[in-house]
């Protein structure tokens, strides 16, 4: 079965610094992993993904992750932290061979930044 | 284009009534999925569709959950005899299909359901 792990519930930075939100994964395939983000009172919006390509993604605002498969890690990070960026994100592992309940959420974390 | 749309965004609801949330997909999506988010909570996952079928209901909480979805369209979830628990935000995603797992979901902007 798939599963994820976001190691930090609550991350604060402060503005103009970097941002790191860890995530690690299992799975018995080669998976499709995803992190998505939440703005307070909103949807989710997607950030950015990994299919098998490249394994260093770049996503939406800056952000991008590193796909690490001998570390099972799929890490979050954007060089400068900006206000709009304090949300909830969530990391994603896709399970190819179930039909339904195929994406699998890690509990989330909470970027909070500091002016 | 459009995107997944949800209504209403709010609701609020006595306890004991019934409720019937609403989704509509993005245009061509056979995948429809529900979800929860309680406060503070992630998603807990309710029911998903391929077409009008639902082949996997594993999610739903109990029998007073139900969902139905028309036409490759539209979804309504349904909660009868609502209880204080069952107040938490419920989103909607959709995906061109089911599987295969490049495919993203993309989701409305929720409802909020408050049971008072």
């Known amino acids: 079965a798939q599963s994820v792990t976001q190691l930090d519930s609550h991350v604060s930075v402060s503005e103009g610094t970097p941002v790191l939100l860890r995530c690690n994964y299992s799975?018995?395939?080669?998976?499709?992993l995803f992190w998505y983000v939440q703005h307070p009172n909103k949807g989710l919006q997607l950030l950015l993904k990994y299919t098998s390509a490249a394994t260093l993604v770049k996503g939406i605002n800056g952000f991008e992750a590193e796909f690490k498969k001998s570390e099972t890690s799929f890490h979050l990070t954007k060089p400068s932290a900006h206000m709009s960026d304090a949300a909830e994100y969530f990391c994603?592992?896709?399970?190819?061979?179930?039909?339904?309940?195929?994406?699998?959420f890690g509990p989330g974390t909470r970027l909070s930044v500091l002016p | 284009g459009a995107g997944v749309s949800q209504s209403p965004s709010n609701k609020v609801t006595e306890k004991g009534k019934d409720v019937e949330l609403r989704c509509d997909p993005i245009s061509g999506h056979t995948a429809l999925y529900w979800y929860r988010q309680s406060l503070g909570q992630g998603l807990e996952f309710l029911i998903y569709f391929q077409g009008n079928s639902a082949p996997d209901k594993s999610g739903l909480p109990s029998d007073r959950f139900s969902a139905e979805r028309t036409g490759g369209s539209v979804s309504t979830l349904t909660i009868q005899r609502t209880q204080q628990e069952d107040s938490a935000v419920y989103l909607c995603?959709?995906?061109?299909?089911?599987?295969?797992?490049?495919?993203?979901?993309?989701f409305g902007p929720g409802t909020r359901l408050t049971v008072t």
């Open positions: 995603a959709s995906s061109p299909t089911s599987g295969g797992s490049s495919y993203e979901q993309y």
């Open positions: 799975s018995s395939y080669s998976p499709s």
């Open positions: 994603v592992v896709s399970d190819p061979y179930n039909y339904g309940q195929n994406f699998v």
